[in-house]
């Protein structure tokens, strides 16, 4: 869809588009659920084979198709639809990177259904659909969280592991683990690193399932319950906190803290995976506008920046925080050594 470049002539289609806009994820959600991208790579391409192997009508197919087309996801020569680059990389099931299963979370009616109060959500300061402030489980949503998004963390868990090594013997605590895929992957990486994950029971099957599939049962240790209360244990090497410290205020965030500090050996580090806006909160645009997603679900949460992120883990006696750019993502990762 065209927006207007500045310096242009000013016209209304960016209202337009924006106020239609979804309408894009709709057509995103379709094509996902008929498994459209994957039929393409298999090679059924032109509307009346997709029809047929999506069990669609023809007219519904070209329609969407082609609506993907003006969206950028497709290409379209001579009544041939083909994948771009990245819809085959991120959209084709077949593909290792693919992430079409995050359609059934980000794309449901509970999201949705948070921003249609976005109005209220502004008026409060804070989300009006009941969610409370993230401490208490939620079982049916996390669980469908850990089941979604999963392959939305290989390339940050491949970078959290890389970090890490691959060599020494280490203690990993992943905190609110949902499907445990950061912990799994260091252990992956690393031989000698066991990890233990926590989080709500119901979410952790999800995990204990993953790590099956992983071969990893004997290093794969849980803990059940909030990282609020559970007894966390002592003398980790590292640990990890992964999408988490964005559904609180910064003083809940240094309650969560001060028990991370004090879970870790003398010379243990935290790996915090969040998005991290620049200091002006409009830039990078994934990261800046985080927050709006965090005003419609949390009561308080927030897309830190990183020197509010420095002060937190100051104030809990962490002794240094670092700041890195994850490749080809729009999160970044923050490294707090307990002393340096």
């Excluded at 309408?23 to 379709?30: I, T």
């Excluded at 959209?91 to 948070?114: E, I, T, V, W, Y």
């Amino acid at each position: 869809m065209a927006t207007p470049t500045q310096g242009a002539k000013p016209t209304p289609e960016r209202i337009f588009n924006t106020l239609n806009a979804y309408q894009q994820s709709a057509a995103l959600k379709a094509a996902i659920e008929l498994d459209i991208f994957t039929k393409i790579a298999e090679g059924a391409n032109q509307p009346k084979q997709l029809a047929e192997s999506t069990s669609a009508a023809e007219r519904g197919i070209r329609i969407l198709c082609d609506y993907l087309t003006i969206l950028g996801f497709l290409t379209k020569e001579q009544n041939r639809y083909a994948l771009t680059q990245e819809s085959a990389i991120f959209l084709d099931r077949k593909s290792p990177a693919c992430l079409a299963s995050m359609a059934g979370f980000l794309g449901g009616d509970p999201q949705r259904k948070r921003f249609d109060l976005l109005t209220e959500a502004v008026r409060k300061g804070g989300s009006v659909a009941g969610r409370g402030d993230n401490t208490n489980p939620d079982d049916e949503m996390w669980v469908e969280f850990a089941k979604s998004m999963a392959s939305l963390t290989t390339p940050s868990a491949n970078f959290i592991a890389q970090m890490i090594g691959s060599s020494q013997p280490c203690r990993v605590l992943d905190i609110a683990a949902g499907h445990g895929m950061s912990g799994i992957t260091v252990a992956k990486h690393n031989p000698n690193a066991r990890v233990v994950a926590l989080d709500w029971p119901a979410v952790l099957e999800v995990a204990k399932t993953n790590a099956r599939g992983a071969d990893l049962d004997e290093r794969f240790g849980t803990i059940e319950g909030s990282a609020f209360t559970a007894d966390l244990g002592q003398n980790y090497d590292y640990v990890l906190l992964t999408n988490i410290l964005h559904h609180f205020d910064p003083a809940t965030c240094e309650t969560l803290l001060k028990r991370v500090f004090e879970a870790l050996g003398p010379a243990g580090k935290t790996i915090t995976l969040e998005f991290v806006p620049n200091e002006d909160r409009i830039a990078p645009p994934t990261s800046a506008a985080f927050s709006l997603v965090m005003l419609a679900n949390t009561d308080a949460g927030d897309a830190y920046t990183f020197s509010e992120f420095e002060r937190m883990f100051q104030n809990t006696g962490f002794a240094k925080t670092t700041l890195h750019a994850v490749p080809d993502m729009p999160q970044q990762v923050l490294v707090s050594e307990k002393q340096i």
